[in-house]
């Protein structure tokens, strides 16, 4: 397993921006694929965004155009830029490396208000 810590969270207007960062413990180099999950309220968590070691980004239909999800392997470090927050977007975000078993960050808040 590998320690994931979030940071970046807070409250932020709609139409605002918010960048969130996840630290490891180790290296990203032996992780296949990371990942950034939220969970808003009575909901379920949700996957937001996908990046495996190799290959192109994923990202939920819902924050395509407005989210960037990045990886640096050598910082062990993932971050996640959101532009044109919503309020449908408070949750909140972790960050999630996956493995046997799966490791998870304890989350940071986001929350889009007025």
């Known amino acids: 397993q590998v320690q994931l810590v979030e940071s970046g969270g807070g409250l932020v207007q709609p139409g605002g921006s918010l960048r969130l960062s996840c630290a490891a413990s180790?290296?990203?180099?032996?992780?296949?694929?990371m990942n950034w999950f939220r969970q808003a309220p009575g909901k379920q968590r949700e996957l937001v965004a996908r990046?495996?070691?190799?290959?192109?980004?994923s990202y939920a239909d819902s924050v395509k155009g407005r989210f960037t999800a990045s990886r640096d392997n050598a910082k062990n470090t993932i971050d996640l830029q959101m532009i044109n927050l919503r309020p449908e977007d408070t949750a909140v975000y972790y960050c999630?490396?996956?493995?046997?078993?799966?490791?998870w960050g304890q989350g940071t808040q986001v929350t889009v208000s007025s």
């Open positions: 999630n490396a996956e493995g046997t078993p799966p490791s």
């Open positions: 990046l495996p070691r190799w290959g192109s980004r």
């Open positions: 180790r290296s990203l180099f032996s992780i296949d694929v």
